[in-house]
C-alpha cells in the first residue's frame, strides 16, 4: 500500500512546481530584455513572450480548478475506509466520518 501511496502524484504540488518554473522563465525574459544590446529586440516582442508566459499559467490555473471539481473526497474516503477495514485494523486506525 505504501508504494501506491507514494506513486500518487499531488496535483496541487504539481501545480505550484510548474508556476515557479513558469515564473523563472518570466525572470529570465525580464532579465534578457533589460540586458539586450540596444536595438536588438523590441518592446512589442518582449510583450508578447510575457503575454505566452502568463497565458501559459492561466491555463494551469484553469487545469487544477478543474481537477479540484473532478475530485470527490467522500469516495476516497470511503474507498480508504475499504482498504482500512480489509486489513483488519479499521478500528484502531480510522474511522469514517459521519
Same mark, same amino acid.
Given at each position: 500500500?505504501?508504494?501506491?501511496?507514494?506513486?500518487?502524484? #499531488?496535483?496541487?504540488?504539481?501545480?505550484?512546481?510548474?508556476?515557479?518554473?513558469? #515564473? &523563472?522563465?518570466?525572470?529570465? !525574459?525580464?532579465?534578457? *530584455?533589460? *540586458?539586450?544590446?540596444?536595438?536588438?529586440?523590441? &518592446?512589442?516582442?518582449?510583450?508578447?513572450? !510575457?503575454?505566452?508566459?502568463?497565458?501559459?499559467?492561466?491555463?494551469?490555473?484553469?487545469?487544477? &480548478?478543474?481537477?479540484?471539481?473532478?475530485?470527490?473526497?467522500?469516495?476516497? #474516503?470511503?474507498?480508504?475506509?475499504?482498504?482500512?477495514?480489509?486489513?483488519?485494523?479499521?478500528?484502531? !486506525?480510522?474511522?469514517?466520518?459521519?
Amino acid at each position: 500500500m505504501r508504494k501506491g501511496l507514494a506513486k500518487a502524484t #499531488d496535483p496541487e504540488a504539481e501545480y505550484m512546481a510548474a508556476v515557479a518554473k513558469l #515564473d &523563472d522563465r518570466l525572470r529570465n !525574459i525580464a532579465f534578457q *530584455h533589460e *540586458h539586450r544590446p540596444v536595438g536588438e529586440s523590441s &518592446d512589442s516582442e518582449f510583450v508578447e513572450r !510575457i503575454a505566452k508566459v502568463n497565458i501559459e499559467k492561466q491555463a494551469l490555473r484553469s487545469r487544477l &480548478d478543474a481537477e479540484r471539481k473532478a475530485f470527490r473526497a467522500d469516495e476516497w #474516503d470511503e474507498r480508504f475506509a475499504g482498504i482500512v477495514a480489509a486489513t483488519g485494523r479499521a478500528a484502531s !486506525i480510522w474511522t469514517p466520518p459521519k
